[in-house]
């Protein structure tokens, strides 16, 4: 019986960080407790314990957590760098189809087309020359500005 109360004292000393205590009864037998008792004299006990191994899983497992918990920092600031660059450049090819449907429009609205010359003139260009370029703009636009 004394060895089993003075194992779990051993065993619950680094847990509790509290004092041991040893007395003898009236009968001899020999105690230990955590507090001293109060119609006895008592010794504290000073235990010599090495560190429990439990303390270094402890501390590997918060250190595997926090690494943990770095990555995932990572990984959500490389989704949202990610995200944000998606996002502008949706931007930049909205505002790309924006202007090509536009001069789109320009075009079916005009009756000729002309190019400049060398010496700056306006050349208009054919009907066959003027359905062409329509055709091969709006073939652009369909392209580029899938939805």
């Known amino acids: 019986m004394k060895g089993l109360i003075f194992t779990f004292l051993i065993m619950a ?3 509790t960080q509290a004092g041991a205590y040893r007395w003898v009864d009236e009968n001899g037998q ?7 008792p ?3 004299v008592s010794d504290e006990v000073h235990l010599d314990i090495a560190p429990s191994s439990i ?7 918060k250190q595997r957590v926090n690494e943990f918990l770095q990555q995932a920092e990572k990984e959500r600031n490389a989704r949202e760098q990610a995200q944000a660059s998606q996002a502008t450049k ?3 090819h909205r ?8 001069r789109l429009k320009y075009l079916k609205s005009v009756s000729g087309i002309y190019r400049l010359n060398k010496d ?17 703009f709006r073939s652009r ?6 939805n």
């Open 13 to 15: 000393a680094p847990i």
């Open 30 to 36: 020999t105690h230990f407790g955590d507090r001293p």
């Open 38 to 40: 109060v119609n006895a």
């Open 55 to 61: 303390d270094s899983v402890a501390s590997e497992r």
């Open 90 to 92: 949706a931007a930049k």
């Open 95 to 102: 505002v790309h189809c924006e202007s090509l449907e536009a």
């Open 120 to 136: 700056g003139e306006r050349v208009f260009v054919n009907d066959d020359e003027n359905e062409r370029i329509r055709n091969e």
């Open 141 to 146: 636009v369909q392209n580029e500005c899938k």
